[in-house]
Structures are given as C-alpha cells and as structure tokens.
C-alpha cells in the first residue's frame, strides 16, 4: 500500500514506515521495469521480487555487502578515535539519590546529600539518511562503505548518550517535471538497537533503478526515469535530518578508513552538542 504523498509546487513526499514496505509499494505499482543486467535487478544475491522482499522484511543484507560494511567498520573504527566526535559535558550536582553520598551533608541534615552525574537537559532525537539512489556505476565495496559510515556515525551517537533515528533516503527529480520526488522509510526507531545488517540491507542494487524509478513514474509520469540527487538543505529540514551518507562519496576502487570516518562524522550534529553544553 502507498502512504499519501505531500504534494506541493515544488515536491512530492511519502514516508514508509519500513524499508520493505517501500520495496512493496514499489513492486505494486507495475511501473517497475526489470533493467537490462539482472544485478540491477535485485542485486547481486536474491533471485527474485519474493525473495527480495523476504530479505528487506527479515533485515538481511546482500552478504557481499555485509562483509565490506563489517570490515569497513572496524578499520575506519580507529580513525574516528582521532577525530572530534560528539561530546556531552558532565558535571557533579547534588540530589535526593545518586552515586556517593556526603556524610557530613547528611548529619547536617541538609536536603539532597547525595551526589550524582548531570549531563544536561536531553538531547533531542538525531535523525540520519542512508541514501541508497545513485547512478549505476557503483559497486559492492561503495555499497558497503556507505553502510559502515552510517553504522559509525549510529556508534558515535549512541556513545554519546543521544537517542537516534536511521531512515532511508531516495531524492531526486522526474526527467520532465522540475519537482522534487522525496522518499523515506524507517530503517531503525529511537528506541531501536542498531542492526548493522538490517542497515546494509538498504543498500542493495536492486533498490536503486528497478524499485525507485517505478515509484517515481507512479507519481509523476509513466515514463520518467528520474534523476538522482543529494538531498539539500530544504530536503534536510523537511526530514529533520543532520545529513544523508550516499555511496558515491566513495571512491570506487580502494575505500580510504579516514573518508569514512568524515562521512560519518558529517551525520553528527556538532550544532546541538554545543547547545546541549550550553545548559549545563
């Protein structure tokens, strides 16, 4: 079932409550045309739409793509340590429990003898795009490195204390109209763990020519193929997103460790540490 679209001068937006609903969708329109290789397709692993759909619903990634992201992950782990990532200062107050308690406050008799961590007020929820459109000359290893900088920047995140949201991204415009075609989909809830396979599972080929161009010809016109893009500063705001990771950041032959932790560190939003601290 396609959700409502927010239909505007300048854009039409829907929003799917899961990374595989939005591959159903998609499949239900009859738009989708099968492309010439069958990796682009549905990807390089399943072998059909049922079998596709099986796997986004499970959460389970092209395998090919899960070993790069693991590896990918653990190599750039270490230039994130050598880079500023998230912060939220702590400091000491006093209260009616906590970790260590004053005993000469207590035989004094005074209120909150008690004293305890505070790191300020809560953070609002960050939300991230894991950006799976981009032109058909991505590989694997590309696929795979975008996963591993959206696993590190979820890393960060969740060091730091913040509460997070993942969600999917397709961006870009139909061929002969000149509004924008936005689509996401949930991949991970705030009250979520991080499921680095159900992550990489978003950046599967498949997803990106056959499912994507069927949605936007049901939107906009039967034959529009579309043009990807990277989400500006508007298609942020609208999603309330700190930025999006897209495979082609990534150089396609040797994945540098330092470019994934950049990417990463890009997602984080330095902004609302700052204003956190400020309160504390």
């Known amino acids: 079932m396609i959700p409502p679209a927010d239909i505007t001068q300048d854009r039409t937006y829907r929003h799917f409550p899961s990374f595989a609903a939005y591959a159903r969708a998609c499949i239900d329109t009859g738009l989708c045309q099968p492309a010439g ?8 692993h399943w072998r059909d739409a049922e079998q596709f759909l099986e796997a986004m619903e499970a959460g389970r990634a092209e395998p090919g793509v899960m070993a790069i992201a693991r590896r990918l992950r653990i190599s750039a782990a270490g230039a994130m340590t050598n880079s500023e990532g998230p912060t939220r200062r702590r400091r000491r107050v006093w209260a009616e429990q906590g970790d260590e308690v004053d005993v000469d406050r207590m035989l004094a008799d005074k209120p909150r003898a008690w004293q305890c961590t505070a790191i300020g007020r809560p953070a609002p929820i960050v939300r991230i795009l894991a950006m799976f459109d981009c032109n058909g000359t991505c590989n694997t290893e590309q696929f795979g490195a975008a996963a591993a900088a959206v696993a590190l920047a979820s890393d960060a995140l969740a060091t730091a204390g913040y509460a997070f949201e993942v969600w999917a991204i397709q961006h870009g415009t139909g061929l002969k109209w000149e509004r924008m075609h936005t689509v996401t989909a949930c991949v991970k809830g705030a009250g979520e763990p991080l499921d680095l396979e159900r992550v990489a599972s978003v950046y599967t080929l498949g997803a990106i020519r056959y499912l994507g161009f069927g949605l936007i010809r049901h939107d906009m016109h039967p034959t529009d193929v579309g043009r990807c893009r990277t989400p500006d ?8 997103a700190t930025g999006s990771i897209r495979p082609e950041q990534f150089s396609p032959s040797g994945i540098d460790a330092d470019a994934i932790a950049r990417a990463a560190l890009s997602l984080i939003p330095a902004a609302a540490s700052k204003q956190e601290t400020a309160h504390v």
């Open 233 to 240: 500063a508007a298609t942020l705001a609208i999603c309330s």
């Open 37 to 44: 290789n069958s990796d682009w397709t549905f990807g390089h």
